[in-house]
């Protein structure tokens, strides 16, 4: 049976790298492998010991968190075609994205554009280029949905409209206004 | 240039729009990469029951000085490349054909990228098979220029072959997919 690796990052853009990944086992007769890489934290506290423990129990949870996203996904995803595995990994995404399906002999990696776009990857660089760079194998990337340019426009523009959002004068308080007006909606 | 982007075969037109039918884009170059990428695309168009197009885009050489010793004649340049990579397209194409395989193959001018993005949804292709890197690939060792600018303005799925090759038993060689055997 072929294997088709499909890295997963949670994003909203990647319902459609679901679908196409889905798609492509159908025909191809294949088996998805979801893998979710935990990346290492921006910082790692080795000097100052009290701040260690903290950073290892949010890698803890996250490691928690993002397996039993795994699993719903899983759940969701499994039809009698096509069977659904799961890796939940630890390390750099395009590593491990790269060093699994070499382990797997992947014939596919199905992933999304963009969507791989926490800080993280500002700092490392995107994850799909990585991927790209290093496969093996044939990549297949999803182009991720795109914004419509009026959304855009009319999110920048309500904060100035709106009379929940006080404005001062001060140009250093416009962005602050901006993100509380975006955080309740 | 831009004529011959419109100017599409009125019945491959009709073709692109059964929806039925699912299309396979294969953006070549005739670089070492183009076998992997035809045999994808085949691959590809053989189990999805559909068709492979390959496209071809040749760029026309334009003056690059205006001194008088350079002023040679480009159309007879131009033409000259059009015809080896018509002869080189439609050999791929009767290959292709020969393995039962429905087969397209326009070859325009122009800008590659754009091109290839323009026929993607002029067709509508399903997926775009195009190689990790081509003839830029000194130019550009991460990814082809191309690719890279296909991989972020196209609609549909692009498959990204690569074009690295692999040391097995000491030799550098290829490594052969098994989806495209």
Redesign the interface.
Known sequence: M?TILVPVDFSRGSRRVMT?ARQLAR???ARLVLLHAVPPPPVIATDVAPLAAPALLVMDDAQGAAGRELRKLQRRLTTREVPVEIICANGFPATQIIAHARKL?A??I?IG?HGHTAFFDVVVGSTT?GV??R?????????SPRKKSGQVARRTARPANSGRVTRSPAAGKRNRSRTRSGSAR | MANSAQHVDPTQRMLGKIKAMKTVLAAIDFSPVTQRVVAEASALARVLDGRVVLLHITQPVGRMSNEAGFLEDYNEINQLNRKAAAAQLSRLEDALENDFIRTDSFHLDGSPASMIIEQALRLPADYIVIGSHGHTAFHDLALGSTTRAVVKRATCPVIVVPARQKKVSGVWRTRVNPATV
Request: hydrophobic share 50%; net charge positive.
């Open positions: 072929k196409e025909v191809v007769g002999a014939d596919y199905v554009s280029r790209l760079k496969a093996m194998c044939p990549v297949v990337v999803v182009p």
